[in-house]
């Protein structure tokens, strides 16, 4: 059975960072994503890397420059840094992966989710 468990959410004022973790169990994958969603909007890709390459992830333009994406493989995790958080950051970050494939921005080309963490950034 497939896990995917998020953590490292939290209240933070603007101007600061956090780590987001996905730990996942129960097989292997072909792309790791981040999502968000703020209330009333569509999941919204923030981040991917493809499991099987070494090659950079890919980040979204909205938080380019500010979040980082990185892996570890002995652990099957992955990480999002997100420095210099704005309010408009604000979501619920989920972590997602996909069985097999190469489309890394569509949540509907992923096949597994986490619960979801919240981030909540104020001003």
């Known amino acids: 059975q497939v896990h995917l468990v998020e953590s490292g959410g939290g209240l933070v004022q603007a101007g600061d960072s956090l780590r987001l973790s996905c730990v996942a169990s129960?097989?292997?994958?072909?792309?790791r994503a981040w999502f968000r969603q703020a209330p009333g909007e569509d999941r919204e890709f923030v981040a991917a890397?493809?499991?099987?390459?070494?090659?950079?992830?890919v980040i979204a333009e909205s938080v380019k420059g500010r979040f980082t994406m990185s892996r570890d493989n002995a652990k099957n995790t992955v990480y999002l840094q997100m420095n210099n958080l704005k309010p408009e950051d604000t979501a619920v970050y989920y972590c997602?992966?996909?069985?097999?494939?190469?489309?890394?921005?569509?949540?509907?080309?992923?096949?597994?989710w986490g619960q979801g963490t919240q981030v909540t950034v104020s001003s």
């Open positions: 890397i493809l499991w099987t390459t070494s090659d950079s992830p």
């Open positions: 129960g097989r292997t994958f072909s792309r």
């Open positions: 997602a992966a996909a069985a097999s494939g190469w489309e890394v921005s569509d949540p509907a080309r992923y096949d597994y």
